[in-house]
């Protein structure tokens, strides 16, 4: 079975800096998606970027970047110039390619970024 | 407007009894999902439907049950066999084309004492 692993529990950045949040996988498959989620204090999960395992180009969405590394399973996301709305939980998720696309995502455990004014 | 809605925002139960989490999807899409949160936890599937009048386990079925008797809704009870129920529980769906992300509900705070 797949495992995300998220090692920071916390983590905080000042308003305009950059900040990376680092996410780990555990898979044996080759085709696959990744994913970041984030989930602000209204506890809506909103999709921040998406990743799929066979492109080599890092997904960017204004300020979020991901920085993937297929060989070693790594997959952190950047934000850059911090804003005070990104202070949320984020959550690493991966999702296998399977056959039917209905597989489920399999979510770590998250990490509690607060952004500092 | 499409979206999933989830019915009561909370909700408070006491020990001992089965209650009964709506999910309600206009999206048109197969698959939905419960996943439960918890501090610390992260989301952790419960269980899933592909279509309907089917589903599969997830990591933690145990003490909850569904049902997909029609293609909007996928219910979720959560019965008292289920140790610590009090949680945040979370409804998605997503449409069949593979590259798309999950959709998800605005979920329910269920609170048992």
């Known amino acids: 079975a797949q495992t995300v692993t998220q090692s920071q529990p916390e983590m905080s950045v000042q308003e305009a800096e950059t900040v990376t949040l680092s996410c780990t996988y555990d898979?044996?498959?080759?085709?696959?998606?990744l994913f970041w989620y984030k989930q602000p204090p209204s506890r809506q999960m909103i999709l921040v970027i998406r990743?799929?395992?066979?492109?080599?180009q890092n997904a960017t969405e204004n300020r979020f970047s991901v920085n993937f590394q297929k060989a070693a399973k790594s997959f952190s996301l950047k934000i850059s110039d911090s804003q005070l709305g990104d202070a949320a939980m984020y959550f690493c998720?991966?999702?296998?390619?399977?056959?039917?696309?209905?597989?489920?995502?399999?979510f770590g455990k998250g990490t509690r970024l607060s952004v500092i004014a | 407007d499409g979206g999933i809605t989830q019915s009561p925002k909370y909700l408070f139960r006491k020990e001992g009894q089965n209650v009964t989490l709506s999910c309600e999807q206009n999206?048109?899409?197969?698959?939905m999902y419960w996943y439960r949160q918890d501090p610390g936890q992260g989301l952790r599937l419960i269980y899933y439907?592909?279509?309907?009048?089917?589903?599969q386990k997830g990591d933690i079925a145990e003490g909850y049950s569904v049902s997909r008797e029609k293609k909007e809704s996928f219910p979720l009870t959560v019965t008292s066999a289920q140790k610590n129920p009090t949680a945040f529980y979370l409804c998605?769906?997503?449409?069949?084309?593979?590259?798309?992300?999950?959709?998800f509900g605005n979920g329910t705070r269920l609170t048992v004492t």
């Open positions: 998605a769906s997503r449409p069949p084309d593979r590259d798309s992300p999950l959709h």
């Open positions: 898979t044996s498959e080759s085709d696959y998606y």
């Open positions: 990743q799929e395992a066979y492109k080599q």
């Open positions: 998720a991966y999702r296998s390619w399977g056959n039917s696309g209905n597989t489920p995502l399999v």
């Open positions: 999206l048109n899409h197969d698959a």
């Open positions: 439907s592909q279509i309907v009048n089917d589903f």
